[in-house]
């Protein structure tokens, strides 16, 4: 199960930095578009299309980076008050709630990415993007988070029957000030 994890874990953060670059890259097109209008009179074609494909990049390319890093927002009023195993049991229900979402998530966009590549979407504007790759690329986050969450269920239901603590990275600093307390 290790080795799944360490794989789950590089591809996560492969992909989070595909995103990022895709994040910088629509900054780039963004401030390119801003300057060529107020300064050159010009504006650049397609930067918002740009960014509405690149948008499913640099959010789904994140989720599973911070599930893995357990970085989601939890309410912590509870949580950190009880012990390991009430904890672990928490843990269990989100993973639970989580995966019934994204499994849901996943059915209609492997429906929607279907659709978009049988009828060839793309993009309304001066430069026509396909939609089809950010709809896939949805899929494939998707697919990634729930893989990454069965194993999660599966470490918080080994914590409940042990009652050990989560364990967070080291140099987490959310996380790994709330498991000293």
């Keep these: 199960m290790?080795?799944?994890?360490?794989?789950v874990e590089r591809l996560a953060l492969a992909?989070?930095?595909i995103g990022g670059l895709g994040m910088l890259m629509s900054m780039f097109m963004g401030v390119?578009?801003?300057?060529?209008?107020q300064v050159l009179n010009t504006p650049v074609p397609g930067p918002r299309e740009l960014t509405e494909s690149t948008m499913v990049l640099i959010v789904f390319g994140a989720l599973t980076y911070a599930q893995f890093r357990r970085a989601h927002i939890r309410?912590?009023?509870?949580?950190?008050?009880?012990?390991p195993r009430s904890r672990?049991?928490?843990?269990?229900?989100?993973?639970?709630?989580?995966?019934?979402?994204?499994?849901?998530?996943?059915?209609?966009?492997?429906n929607e990415a279907r659709y978009s590549i049988q009828?060839?979407?793309?993009?309304?504007?001066?430069i026509r993007f396909p939609l089809w790759p950010a709809r896939v690329?949805?899929?494939?986050?998707?697919?990634?988070?729930?893989?990454?969450?069965?194993?999660?269920?599966?470490?918080d239901i080994g914590r409940i029957r042990s009652g050990a603590p989560l364990k967070v990275l080291e140099d987490d600093p959310v996380m790994?000030?709330?498991?000293?307390k």
Excluded: K, P
Aim: glycine content about 8%; aromatic content about 6%.
């Design 88 to 110: 672990a049991a928490m843990d269990v229900l989100a993973d639970i709630c989580a995966l019934i979402f994204f499994s849901l998530l996943l059915w209609q966009a492997i």
């Design 176 to 180: 790994g000030q709330a498991n000293s």
């Design 119 to 126: 009828i060839g979407e793309a993009t309304v504007g001066l």
């Design 15 to 17: 992909v989070l930095l």
């Design 2 to 7: 290790a080795l799944i994890e360490r794989f």
């Design 32 to 37: 390119t578009d801003i300057v060529g209008t």
């Design 75 to 83: 309410v912590e009023i509870v949580y950190l008050r009880s012990g």
């Design 137 to 155: 690329t949805l899929c494939a986050g998707t697919a990634l988070m729930i893989v990454r969450l069965l194993l999660d269920l599966i470490i």
